[in-house]
């Protein structure tokens, strides 16, 4: 017998209570009852199996970079650092309960990737004390695409999350890649003239026009995609069936960087960040006012001419015809940092520090 049977044997006494060589027997009446067609080794696990005993260790996948990451990837590991922790929202079920969800987004060198937990595990991010820059890995989440086509990440009831992992090397938050969520390339400065669809962008760039449209849509509560009302009124989920729909936010904007304008679209909590108002905020002031534009009215005199350093994908949109910017970060400048990442870049490409003028 080899020391691998050996080892075997000894763990599976240990944990039945049985003795090496009752074990020993046990595996040899299996392997002749079933005439041969499994291996000594084969017939050992089945009678540990059939005593209780685990003789195969599940092993872990090896922790991925997110850029590596892609859609249907079960129980992923990540270590990155938190970028942003958004505050959690409340929503209401078909059958009247309420949820809750809430976001953090998680960077490394290779990208960033939109984290959500849902009900419960919205306690995770207090009880670990989540915070722009904490250093974490997430174990055991699961990739999916959300409702706008991006790689987001779900905790489940099998994730766990250990804070300041050991012998872990997250390089500080100003020097994270911020590129688009999930498996994108990093952002890259280029001016929107230069910009062509597939580019990952950052760009400065002022608000010149705010397209004054009702920006609330419908959305299943419970996997956030979009659901329309059907002919009875009624909003029905292609997974979920009949549903109270919970409420997202578009908002559209045309900007300009001083070398060409561009549209930008900023969905959910880049929607808020951009004008300065939760879902709620919108929905109420829309209610109040019987028009739903009526936030967006209000806040164009506070957004047009203002300057934003914004992050995205940039399209083209067929309907339009035209470029568009899918935005997927929205910031005001920065000089410090944003000095600090031209020099980064400067010396990435020539591999010294830029000499002064």
Not at 4 to 28: G, N
Not at 79 to 91: D, M
Not at 211 to 230: H, M, Q, T, W
Request: glycine residues 8%; aromatic residues 4%; negative net charge.
């Amino acid at each position: 017998m080899s020391n691998d049977m050996d080892t075997l044997v000894e763990r599976i006494a240990t944990e039945s209570e049985m003795t090496a060589d009752e074990v020993r027997a046990a595996i040899e009446k299996k392997k002749k009852a079933l005439a041969g067609l499994v291996s000594e080794t084969g017939a050992a696990h089945i009678v540990a199996n059939e005593l209780g005993v685990k003789t195969l260790e599940r092993t872990r996948p090896a922790v991925r970079s997110i850029g590596e990451l892609s859609e249907n990837m079960r129980e992923a590991d990540i270590i990155g650092r938190v970028v942003r922790v958004f505050p959690p929202r409340e929503f209401s079920r078909k059958d009247g309960s309420l949820g809750r969800v809430a976001n953090i987004i998680i960077g490394d060198e290779t990208g960033t990737i939109r984290v959500s937990f849902w009900d419960k595990g919205v306690e995770v991010i207090d009880h670990h004390g989540l915070e722009a820059g904490t250093p974490v890995k997430l174990v055991g989440g699961f990739i999916k695409r959300d409702n706008m086509d991006r790689i987001e990440m779900r905790f489940t009831t099998r994730s766990r999350i250990v804070v300041d992992p050991k012998n872990a090397e997250i390089p500080p938050l100003e020097k994270l890649a911020t590129g688009s969520t999930g498996g994108s390339a990093p952002a890259q400065r280029l001016l929107l003239r230069d910009a062509v669809p597939g580019d990952v962008v950052r760009i400065r760039a002022t608000v010149v026009q705010l397209f004054e449209n009702n920006p609330l849509y419908e959305v299943c509560p419970s996997c956030g995609k979009r659901i329309r009302a059907d002919e009875k009124g009624k909003f029905v989920c292609a997974e979920h069936g009949e549903q109270e729909p919970a409420y997202n936010m578009v908002v559209s904007a045309t900007v300009d960087d001083g070398t060409n304008c561009l549209r930008a679209v900023f969905f959910r909590d880049n929607a808020s960040d951009f004008l300065g108002l939760s879902v709620d905020d919108v929905r109420s002031e829309g209610e109040k006012a019987g028009d739903m534009t009526a936030a967006i009215s209000r806040s164009a005199g506070s957004l047009l001419g203002r300057e934003l350093l914004l992050e995205g994908r940039v399209r083209f949109n067929d309907i339009s015809d035209r470029n568009e910017l899918m935005v997927n970060r929205v910031s005001p400048p920065n000089a410090k940092a944003e000095a600090e990442a031209l020099v980064t870049e400067l010396e990435g490409s020539t591999g010294t520090p830029p000499s002064p003028s």
